[in-house]
């Protein structure tokens, strides 16, 4: 089981990123299509959503589905979650990081709930396989299993959670056609809905609300940039994702203009977390420029997320000819379907695909985990 | 290694990233509370020296100032050529990439990249600075995290800039408070 190279992802993502990498999935394809914005404020609380549609429902679109499941005795749920680490295949539960403490974690201390894969069932049934796959943990090791109830039942984090994963039988199927399509819908979304707070839109919105830190008190601008602070999180791994699933895409089709993008996201990620880092230390101590210094971040992201609006509507202009050549399916979420006319190699591509496909398929479980 | 200048960085620094194991809620280096563990790091104000570069190593001291959080400050150096100059420093939560500046005399800026991994070192050191100052761990308020026991450590990188040829007499910092330097040394240009 690999460690995630996710950074700053929460880490339900990490979790999951590792698991679906060690099942043979190249993650950012199947739940970092999204390239979304929305900006909504109720009272004093700033809200960004950066993706449209759930963690499930992405996942769903790809076949896979993931069970949020939740039981409040310790062994009732032990013994779900053994049959599945019995018939081979990992489990994400979520553990009290105070408890964790006592054994790997590096503590905050403070209760917080945080995913751990558990990998098998060691020691004769006394000790459990934990990987901490967190980009600021990465742990490989063992628990005793009475230690591990003690981190899963804590009441902290509301008694037993874990997460199953039916996996499909075999990989989904992704074509060229799907590489336009996403990014048509994600300029549909950004260019479009220009009344809505969405999108393009949406930026110039937030960078004009900013202003209103000027005449706020001190706690309010500060709980006004607690809240911003927050709801960034997840647009620092949405960002990042979708450079990474433009890159892999970039990689497969051998496509610089999706490569050229892929690069454009990976800095756009670093301006939205420079952003963040601005809005904790606003949040933590009063400073009269926050505001100007705010938007004038914003502002740049702006025009970086302008720049990628541009970069993908140049090549949505010349979909029409890409479709015409490439109508073929190929099977696998984590090759893909070279683009004809964007300077990749077809025959090269095929055999590549054909050797991966084999060695890929043999790597998935095949749909044994319990839903 | 040519004639060095190191830069006093004191009347800079508005950041206190550094504890003592006896007072570890001294300091905040993340904006949550972590901090360096004093016991871990060079004497105050001590010279180190780093693949044949000497800084000076900033006060660790409970309640002293100890790294420029970057915020766009401008650092004055004697007018002069220089080859590069090299920074004790790191990114806290994650590892950033932004621009600094250095102006002429005439206020003539030229941008360059600046990058810093953050303080917490997984695989590599992202921007391949070298790994200056290895910890055992980090401090929280409640304790001294030590993190030997996983695949991760914290440490102080040094990363080196090059200049182009030009005369120089400031650096000016991008506004990027994630970003960290404790010190600061300067390379001249070969007569």
Redesign the interface.
Same mark, same amino acid.
């Given at each position: 089981m690999p460690?995630s190279?996710c950074?700053?992802y929460p880490c339900e993502l990490v979790a999951l990123d590792s698991f679906l990498t060690y099942s043979g999935y190249d993650t950012p394809l199947l739940i970092h299509k999204e390239w979304h914005f929305r900006y909504t404020r109720l009272d004093n609380r700033p809200h960004i959503e950066f993706n449209r549609t759930s963690l499930e429902e992405r996942l769903k679109q790809s076949g896979i589905r993931i069970a949020r499941r939740h039981h409040p005795d310790v062994e009732f749920a032990w013994s779900r979650v053994s049959q599945i680490l019995n018939a081979g295949h990992p489990v994400a539960i979520l553990a009290d990081t105070l408890i964790l403490e006592q054994h790997?974690y590096?503590?905050?201390?403070h209760h917080s709930g945080h995913y751990i894969i558990l990998a098998g069932i060691e020691d004769g049934g006394e000790s459990v396989c934990v990987i901490d796959p967190s980009?600021?943990?990465?742990?490989?090791?063992k628990m005793p299993i009475s230690s591990l109830k003690s981190a899963w039942q804590s009441q902290a984090i509301s008694g037993c959670n874990w997460v199953e994963t039916l996996l499909p039988a075999a990989p989904g199927i992704i074509g060229s056609e799907d590489v336009c399509d996403v990014i048509t819908e994600n300029c549909e979304f950004m260019g479009k809905f220009a009344s809505d707070g969405i999108g393009i839109a949406g930026l110039y919105h937030l960078l004009t609300e900013i202003e209103l830190l000027q005449s706020m008190d001190q706690e309010t601008a500060s709980e006004f940039l607690g809240h911003l602070y927050e709801s960034v999180k997840t647009g620092v791994a949405e960002r990042d994702g979708h450079g990474r699933y433009l890159n892999l895409v970039s990689k497969q089709t051998d496509t610089s203009e999706l490569l050229r993008l892929g690069e454009h996201f990976k800095?756009l990620t670093?301006q939205w977390?420079?952003f963040r880092?601005?809005c904790?230390?606003g949040q933590?101590r009063a400073q009269k420029d926050m505001a100007s210094?705010l938007q004038? !971040?914003l502002a740049r992201i702006l025009e970086m997320e302008n720049e990628a609006f541009a970069m993908m509507t140049e090549l949505l202009s010349r979909r029409q000819g890409i479709l015409n050549i490439a109508n073929q399916k190929m099977i696998g979420f984590n090759w893909w379907l070279t683009i004809p006319g964007l300077g990749s190699n077809l025959v090269d591509v095929s055999i590549a695909i054909h050797d991966r496909a084999s060695e890929g398929l043999g790597r998935v479980p095949s749909g044994v985990f319990l839903c | 290694m040519r004639n060095t200048q190191i830069l006093d960085l004191t009347g800079h620094f508005n950041n206190d990233g550094i504890s003592s194991d006896e007072d570890r809620t001294d300091g905040?280096f993340t904006?949550?509370g972590q901090t360096f563990p004093e016991e871990d790091l060079p004497p105050s104000n001590s010279r180190v020296t780093y693949s044949g570069v000497p800084f000076t190593f900033p006060d660790k001291s409970d309640g002293a100032l100890n790294n420029i959080?970057l915020e766009g400050q401008r650092l004055f150096v004697s007018k002069g050529y220089y080859e590069r100059f090299f920074i004790l420093g790191a990114a806290?939560?994650?590892?950033?990439?932004?621009s600094l500046a250095v102006v002429s005399e005439q206020g003539m800026h030229h941008d360059l990249p600046l990058q810093l991994s953050?303080w !917490?070192l997984?695989?590599n050191l992202k921007y391949g600075e070298i790994p200056a100052i290895r910890c055992s761990?980090?401090h929280?308020?409640?304790?001294h995290?030590n993190?030997e026991?996983?695949?991760?450590t914290y440490g102080i990188w040094m990363q080196t800039i090059l200049l182009p040829r030009i005369p120089i007499t400031s650096i000016l910092l991008p506004?990027?408070?994630?970003m960290h330097i404790f010190a600061l040394t300067l390379e001249e240009e070969a007569a």
């Open positions: 460690f190279d950074e700053y790997y590096p503590g905050r201390g980009w600021i943990v990465r742990f490989k090791g800095d670093n977390i420079i880092n601005l904790l230390r933590k210094r004038k !971040r | 905040d904006g949550t959080s806290d939560v994650t590892s950033l990439e932004d953050s !917490r997984g695989r761990g980090f929280f308020p409640s304790q995290v993190t026991r996983l695949d991760v506004d990027n408070p994630g």
